[in-house]
């Protein structure tokens, strides 16, 4: 399998503008996370789903953030308008049947977004 | 909340063992898991435990687990500067997420 795949890897973007992150997960698994990393803050889940639905959104910052699965194969992960603040590395991790039941999370390389 | 915390850098001797530690809080932790972060990579799992176990050795690692004072460590033996990275411990409070630690920069030095 090749993974967890995210795209792009780099984005440098202006204040104000959209941006679009996205994410294909290891094919059959049922959980789908999104996280972001910064040196201050370190790793914090912003959202994760099951089965495609968003089940727990907490962590999303706030209304310029938004995420979707439109199908088991794909999720998007979406910032509008974008702020300098928002500059972070985001990953994309997903489980086969929830880290609970000792099914670990398997992450991609992470898009590396820079908002100037 | 739930609050993992490490101790941010540790310096070891290439071929000297590393300990990495880590506290967590959630006593209902079924699982704890380590990761390794590489530059300009993704988080990579190293090893888990399942709360239920004291000691849990994977050819160089081994994972040691406290539950009463919620203390988790990580050995490396024979330390090599392939394993300079960060290293992050991380708890599963819930049944589907994971609570990660700030993460241990371990640098060996050759």
């Known amino acids: ?20 992150l996205r994410c294909k997960p290891i094919s059959g698994h049922d959980y789908l996370f999104w996280y972001r990393q910064t040196m201050m803050r370190g790793l914090e889940l912003l959202i994760y789903f ?14 310029r953030f938004s995420a979707k699965m439109p199908n088991a194969s794909f999720s998007t992960l979406k910032i509008q308008p974008s702020e300098p603040r928002d500059s972070a590395v985001y990953f994309c991790a997903s489980t086969l049947s929830g880290t609970g039941v000792g099914s670990p999370l398997h992450f991609g390389n992470g898009t590396r977004l820079t908002v100037t | 909340g739930e609050d993992v915390e490490q101790s941010l850098f540790l310096s070891v001797r290439e071929g000297d063992s590393s300990v990495i530690n880590c506290t967590y809080t959630d006593s ?6 380590w990761y390794k972060q590489e530059p300009g990579a993704g988080l990579q799992l190293l090893t888990y435990i399942f709360s239920n176990m004291d000691m849990k050795q994977d050819q160089r690692l081994t994972v040691l687990l406290n539950k009463k004072d919620k203390h988790l460590s990580l050995r490396i033996a024979d330390t090599q500067t392939g ?25 060996v030095i050759p």
Not at chain 1, 50 to 63: A, K, L, R, T, Y
Not at chain 2, 28 to 33: G, K
Not at chain 2, 87 to 103: I, K, V
């Open chain 1, 50 to 63: 099951n089965n495609n639905v968003p089940i727990d959104d907490s962590g999303m910052p706030e209304d």
């Open chain 1, 1 to 20: 399998d090749a993974g967890v795949i995210q795209s792009p890897r780099h984005e440098v973007t202006e204040m104000g503008q959209e941006v679009t």
């Open chain 2, 28 to 33: 209902s932790s079924t699982y704890l898991y």
């Open chain 2, 83 to 107: 394993d300079s990275a960060i290293y992050f411990c991380a708890e599963s409070p819930g049944a589907n997420n994971l609570f990660f630690g700030t993460g241990t920069r371990l640098t």
